[in-house]
C-alpha cells in the first residue's frame, strides 16, 4: 500500500572492464531475461520533476520515498529511463543529497532515495543497528517501482527501464547498497555505487556487478581503508575513486572540492553500466582529472 503526496595504461583495463560489461554483466529485458543491447546515454541535460510517497505507510516499516526524475515541458519525455535506488547514511535525509541525485535525474535517470525508518533524521526511534535492516527495504522499494511502472495513469507508467537498477548511497546509505548485493538477487540490480561506505555480512555474493567505490582519503569516520577492503572482496568489474586529502562527504556538495569529479565519475559508471554507453566507459579514467587535476584518482580493475 502507497500513500502519495505532491510534489592505469588504463586505455587497455577500461577495455577490459567494456568488454566484461558488454557480453557478461549485459542489463537483461525484464521480460524475456534476454541481454538488451547497448545503448547510448541521452546528450544534455532534462528538467528535474519530483515527487513523494510513502510505501507501506500502515507498516512496521512505512518508508517515505522521493523521486527525482526527468522532465520536458512539465512532463516525462517519451521513452524509459534506468533507476537508481539511493540511500542515505545515518541521521541523513534524501533531500539533503539533492545536489547529487538532481544532477543524475538531469542526465536522464529516475532516482528514487528512501529515509530508513531508524536511521533517518528526526527518526522517533533512532538505531544505527537498523542499518542491516535496510537491504531489504532497497528491494521492497525495487518491486514497488517495478509494479509502478504498469500502473495505469500514474505519471511514471511506462517510462521506468524496471530491468536496469543500479543502487548507491552514502555512508551507512554505502553499506546499504553492498548489502544488496547479495547470493539470489534479481538481475534487476545491475550495478552500485558505494560512498564512503564498506560491505556487510553477505555482501558482493551471487552473480559478479560492476561496482564504483567513493571514499575520501582523510575520512574519520569511515577510514579509507574500510572501503579499499570492501573493494578487494569484490568479484567483478569494480573501480575505486579516491578522494584526496577529503573527509567523509564534503566532496558531495557542489562546489567543493572533488564534487566535479564524483559527479562526471559516477555519471559515466551509470551511464556505462545502465545504458551501456561505450564512450561513457572510455571516459572514466579522464573523469578523475576534469576540471582540475589532483583532487581524486580512479582506479579499475577486473577479477577473473
Given at each position: 500500500?502507497?500513500t502519495?503526496?505532491?510534489?592505469?595504461?588504463a586505455?587497455?583495463?577500461?577495455?577490459?572492464l567494456?568488454?566484461a560489461?558488454?557480453?557478461?554483466?549485459?542489463?537483461?529485458?525484464?521480460?524475456?531475461?534476454?541481454?538488451?543491447?547497448?545503448?547510448?546515454?541521452?546528450?544534455?541535460?532534462?528538467?528535474?520533476?519530483?515527487?513523494?510517497?510513502?510505501?507501506?505507510?500502515?507498516?512496521?516499516?512505512?518508508?517515505?520515498?522521493?523521486?527525482?526524475?526527468p522532465?520536458?515541458?512539465g512532463a516525462?519525455?517519451?521513452g524509459r529511463?534506468p533507476?537508481?535506488?539511493?540511500?542515505?547514511?545515518?541521521?541523513?535525509?534524501?533531500?539533503?543529497?539533492?545536489?547529487?541525485?538532481?544532477?543524475?535525474?538531469?542526465?536522464?535517470?529516475?532516482?528514487?532515495?528512501p529515509?530508513?525508518?531508524?536511521?533517518?533524521?528526526?527518526?522517533?526511534r533512532?538505531?544505527?543497528?537498523d542499518?542491516r535492516?535496510?537491504?531489504?527495504?532497497?528491494?521492497?522499494?525495487?518491486?514497488h517501482l517495478?509494479?509502478?511502472?504498469s500502473?495505469?495513469?500514474?505519471?511514471?507508467?511506462?517510462?521506468?527501464?524496471?530491468?536496469?537498477f543500479?543502487?548507491?548511497?552514502?555512508?551507512?546509505?554505502g553499506?546499504?547498497?553492498?548489502g544488496?548485493?547479495t547470493?539470489?538477487?534479481?538481475?534487476?540490480?545491475?550495478a552500485g555505487?558505494?560512498?564512503?561506505?564498506?560491505?556487510?555480512?553477505?555482501?558482493?555474493?551471487?552473480?559478479?556487478?560492476?561496482?564504483?567505490?567513493?571514499?575520501?582519503?582523510?575520512?574519520p569516520?569511515?577510514?579509507?581503508?574500510?572501503?579499499?577492503?570492501?573493494?578487494?572482496r569484490?568479484t567483478?568489474?569494480?573501480?575505486f575513486?579516491?578522494?584526496?586529502?577529503?573527509?567523509h562527504?564534503?566532496?558531495?556538495?557542489?562546489?567543493?572540492?572533488?564534487?566535479?569529479?564524483?559527479?562526471?565519475?559516477?555519471?559515466d559508471?551509470l551511464?556505462?553500466?545502465?545504458?551501456?554507453?561505450?564512450?561513457?566507459?572510455?571516459?572514466?579514467?579522464?573523469?578523475?582529472?576534469?576540471p582540475?587535476?589532483?583532487?581524486?584518482?580512479?582506479?579499475?580493475?577486473?577479477?577473473p
Amino acid at each position: 500500500m502507497v500513500t502519495y503526496r505532491g510534489t592505469v595504461g588504463a586505455k587497455r583495463l577500461v577495455a577490459v572492464l567494456l568488454t566484461a560489461l558488454l557480453a557478461g554483466c549485459a542489463p537483461a529485458t525484464a521480460a524475456t531475461g534476454e541481454q538488451a543491447p547497448p545503448r547510448r546515454a541521452p546528450e544534455g541535460t532534462y528538467a528535474v520533476g519530483v515527487r513523494t510517497f510513502t510505501l507501506d505507510p500502515a507498516s512496521a516499516r512505512p518508508l517515505p520515498v522521493t523521486v527525482w526524475y526527468p522532465t520536458r515541458d512539465g512532463a516525462v519525455p517519451p521513452g524509459r529511463f534506468p533507476v537508481v535506488i539511493y540511500s542515505h547514511g545515518l541521521d541523513s535525509l534524501p533531500e539533503l543529497h539533492a545536489g547529487l541525485t538532481t544532477r543524475w535525474a538531469a542526465a536522464g535517470f529516475v532516482v528514487a532515495a528512501p529515509a530508513y525508518p531508524h536511521t533517518r533524521r528526526g527518526a522517533a526511534r533512532f538505531t544505527r543497528a537498523d542499518v542491516r535492516h535496510q537491504p531489504a527495504d532497497g528491494w521492497r522499494l525495487i518491486r514497488h517501482l517495478v509494479r509502478l511502472d504498469s500502473r495505469r495513469g500514474d505519471p511514471l507508467m511506462g517510462h521506468l527501464d524496471v530491468g536496469r537498477f543500479a543502487a548507491a548511497g552514502h555512508s551507512a546509505g554505502g553499506f546499504t547498497t553492498a548489502g544488496m548485493f547479495t547470493s539470489g538477487r534479481s538481475p534487476r540490480l545491475r550495478a552500485g555505487v558505494i560512498i564512503a561506505g564498506g560491505g556487510l555480512a553477505g555482501s558482493f555474493a551471487g552473480p559478479a556487478a560492476p561496482l564504483l567505490f567513493v571514499h575520501g582519503t582523510a575520512d574519520p569516520i569511515v577510514p579509507v581503508t574500510v572501503g579499499r577492503a570492501a573493494y578487494a572482496r569484490t568479484t567483478g568489474p569494480a573501480a575505486f575513486l579516491s578522494v584526496l586529502d577529503q573527509g567523509h562527504g564534503e566532496y558531495l556538495t557542489p562546489g567543493r572540492p572533488g564534487f566535479a569529479q564524483v559527479l562526471a565519475t559516477t555519471l559515466d559508471f551509470l551511464r556505462w553500466t545502465l545504458y551501456g554507453d561505450p564512450d561513457a566507459a572510455r571516459r572514466l579514467p579522464s573523469d578523475a582529472t576534469a576540471p582540475t587535476p589532483g583532487l581524486t584518482h580512479y582506479t579499475a580493475r577486473q577479477t577473473p
